[in-house]
């Protein structure tokens, strides 16, 4: 995922909580290390908005690995509100 993010592009674009972790991106960082029987991912946010999406990232990553593919087809709403955007 960090390798398509880092070359720009996206990731589960259809799900708006994926969505804006993408818009949010360049201010976080991300650190993977290769560990025993797996990787280890940790995510940072620089920012007070980027802090709210990783978190909200980790508790969607960790609803995958709980709740297996059922969870992997829901979509999961965005943490920030973009208060110009236009209401539907």
Request: proline share 5%; charged share 25%; hydrophobic share 40%.
């Amino acid at each position: 995922m960090a390798a398509r993010l880092d070359g720009g592009m996206s990731v589960r674009h259809w799900d708006p909580a994926f969505a804006e972790f993408r818009e949010h991106y360049e201010d976080t960082s991300v650190e993977i290390e290769n560990i025993e029987g797996g990787v280890s991912v940790s995510v940072a946010g620089k920012t007070q908005d980027a802090i709210k999406v990783v978190r909200n990232h980790a508790a969607i990553i960790s609803g995958f690995v709980e709740k297996g593919s059922k969870e992997m087809h829901q979509t999961h709403p965005a943490v920030i509100v973009n208060p110009t955007a236009p209401k539907e």
